[in-house]
């Protein structure tokens, strides 16, 4: 109903809360916890706000599995391979290293990040679109890899939910969180919000 969370993020009708924030946020790393503890695994690799579908009631539902695999031997060769979305792919895979399920963890972070821009800022930015110096999205990879470039987080924003963020795009892939644990600890932040809803609440435009 309501397109892509791409689409729900530039709409300049939609009113963003810390519910919100947390209700899609939850879905969408339960969605991809679902998919890497399967047996075998699922591994997406296109993880992106372009990939997730957002219906009336502001569910969010994991699409596109075209570059999906099974996390098994048999495709140790294509998981080695750089596919997917420049800004939302982690540096391991520049790297030609196995893509794992901490990959994908890497791509819902950069997620986070466009979901907790629109929140505290009130206006859209595609990933790494304030750095003026990128011109090609090529580059942003390169530098995400070699630079450790990441979006930057909003001045504002509890540290709490950059910490996390931050947690979840390390360059370090065995440093990340499991979709799983992340699970766990978006509801922990969740819980923290409800007992602190007006210093929370007055953060945001």
Request: overall charge neutral; some cysteine.
């Amino acid at each position: 109903k309501r397109g892509s969370l791409y689409d729900v993020l530039r709409s300049s009708d939609l009113v963003m809360t810390w519910p919100l924030f947390f209700k899609m946020a939850l879905e969408i790393a339960k969605g991809v916890s679902v998919l890497h503890t399967g047996s075998p695994s699922i591994l997406h690799r296109d993880l992106k706000t372009l990939n997730l579908l957002v219906n009336e009631n502001f569910d969010c539902k994991v699409c596109d599995f075209g570059l999906s695999r099974y996390n098994t031997g048999s495709n140790m060769t294509t998981l080695a391979k750089c596919r997917g979305t420049y800004a939302y792919i982690a540096p391991e895979v520049y790297n030609c290293e196995n893509f794992t399920t901490k990959s994908d963890v890497y791509a819902v972070a950069i997620i986070l990040w466009e979901m907790l821009h629109r929140l505290m800022t009130g206006a859209y930015l595609r990933p790494f679109q304030e750095f003026k110096h990128i011109k090609m999205d090529f580059q942003i990879l390169i530098q995400a890899a070699k630079q450790k470039l990441r979006p930057t987080m909003p001045a504002n924003a509890p540290t709490e939910i950059t910490n996390l963020i931050a947690q979840c795009w390390h360059e370090v892939r065995d440093s990340r969180l499991e979709a799983s644990e992340l699970v766990a600890s978006l509801t922990k932040l969740q819980d923290l919000y409800e007992s602190q809803k007006s210093q929370w609440d007055a953060l945001l435009p």
